[in-house]
């Protein structure tokens, strides 16, 4: 791969998980081509996964009438991604920390606390369907959260 060479990718998925793992693998396949390293590689991958999983069933009820917007941007030295559902949305401040008391024991909720601990960015929409994700290449990981 050449120095300097952009990979973009808009695109609008059925809201269905062989949709969501699809374009994870494909997207993967090119932060791989952009010579990432593997703990880049690695929080990439989870945060992807997390947040098109999130999009598909809590975002859009798992609704097969529903749709998962995607616009990415892959450079050398970054990963950019938005994910954007269908849903209502949801207010970032009311997830409670699943490191917190009786969340400890919950089997869910610490999606958004992955995503946020692996990625350099993390921004909601004001509505909070849509979730923009920034790796920079050679970051440290996890973030402390």
């Known amino acids: 791969m050449q120095s300097g060479t952009v990979y973009t990718k808009s695109c609008v998925l059925p ?3 062989k949709a969501a793992a699809q ?3 494909e997207l993967l396949g090119e932060v791989k081509r952009h010579r990432f390293g593997e703990q880049d590689i690695f929080a990439i991958h989870l945060a992807l996964e997390e947040a098109l999983t999130n999009a598909v069933d809590h975002g859009n009820h798992g609704d097969p ?3 998962v917007a995607i616009d990415c941007f892959i450079t050398p030295e970054k990963f950019d991604i938005s994910i954007t559902d269908q849903g209502s949305g949801f207010d970032i401040e009311s997830v ?3 490191r917190q ?3 400890l024991y919950k089997t869910e909720g610490r999606g958004v606390l992955l995503i946020r601990a692996y990625m350099d960015v993390v921004e909601y929409n ?3 369907n849509c979730v923009h994700l920034i790796k920079f290449r050679g970051q440290a990981v996890p973030h402390k959260i």
Do not use: F
């Open 96 to 98: 409670p920390d699943p």
């Open 15 to 17: 809201n269905t998980k």
């Open 65 to 67: 009438e529903k749709t």
């Open 23 to 25: 374009i994870c693998r």
């Open 126 to 128: 004001t509505l909070g």
């Open 101 to 103: 008391g009786e969340n």
